[in-house]
């Protein structure tokens, strides 16, 4: 599986917006982007996907960029319960098989 | 739905004890993941199933570990003469038709 950096951790004030990073240069056509998070002695939990297009879903949005190398989750407006480590992962089209999880962005929210 | 459980939630042993953790995944899903996870790192894929069938094996799992889904349904992982290394948080994700995976919430592995 490609890889992709993620800053180790970020901060962001309470009821503001978060961007959260993800590069990933070695992407290739059939890769798509997934986002997953793991709350405090939680599992991970997934999150939002995408291929090429801007996504949006009750939890967040994912802002691909056009030469897709690169990918932005956002968190429209932070709460305290959105800290967490956020996984960004590539993962083949029609493949279900195992997900290759990096060390991820820890998000501290300050209230 | 109730979600992927597993069971129990903390185990604490002392080494060279043998440990078996269960994990329901979500009925009808018929892929069943096991990963590890250690302090400060991401989960690491252990072993795989689709229905019954062990699909893939991680080199993580050593012939120390043994996983098995007999009906299809629940899984098990056991640990065999467990060592301090062993201690860990171990996941139990499941996929039904589409590729999200759902995770339980782990068991975590404490070896004295």
């Known amino acids: 599986d490609a890889k992709t950096t993620q800053p180790n951790s970020m901060e962001s004030n309470e009821e503001e917006p978060v961007h959260l990073p993800c590069n990933h240069s070695?992407?290739?056509?059939?890769?798509?982007i997934h986002w997953y998070r793991q709350l405090p002695s939680q599992g991970p939990e997934y999150v939002i996907h995408?291929?090429?297009s801007n996504v949006n879903n009750r939890m967040a949005s994912l802002a691909i960029a056009e030469d897709r190398k690169s990918s932005t989750l956002i968190l429209h407006r932070a709460t305290l319960r959105d800290a967490a480590v956020y996984y960004c992962?590539?993962?083949?089209?029609?493949?279900?098989?195992?997900?290759?999880f990096g060390k991820g962005t820890r998000l501290h929210i300050l209230p | 739905d109730t979600g992927v459980s597993q069971d129990p939630r903390h185990k604490i042993t002392k080494r060279g004890q043998n440990v078996t953790f269960r994990c329901d995944p979500i009925?009808?899903?018929?892929?069943l993941y096991w990963y590890r996870q250690t302090l400060g790192q991401g989960p690491e894929f252990l072993t795989y199933?689709?229905?019954?069938?062990?699909?893939?094996k991680s080199r993580l799992l050593s012939d120390r570990f043994s996983a098995e889904r007999p009906k299809g349904s629940f899984s098990t992982l056991e640990i065999q003469r467990t060592e301090q290394g062993d201690s860990a948080m171990y996941l139990c994700?499941?996929?039904?038709?589409?590729?999200?995976?759902?995770f339980g919430p782990g068991t975590r592995l404490t070896v004295l």
């Open positions: 994700a499941s996929t039904g038709l589409l590729d999200t995976q759902y």
């Open positions: 070695t992407i290739s056509g059939t890769d798509y």
């Open positions: 995408g291929l090429t």
């Open positions: 992962i590539l993962r083949p089209v029609n493949r279900d098989d195992k997900i290759i």
């Open positions: 009925s009808e899903h018929n892929r």
């Open positions: 199933f689709q229905n019954e069938a062990q699909l893939e």
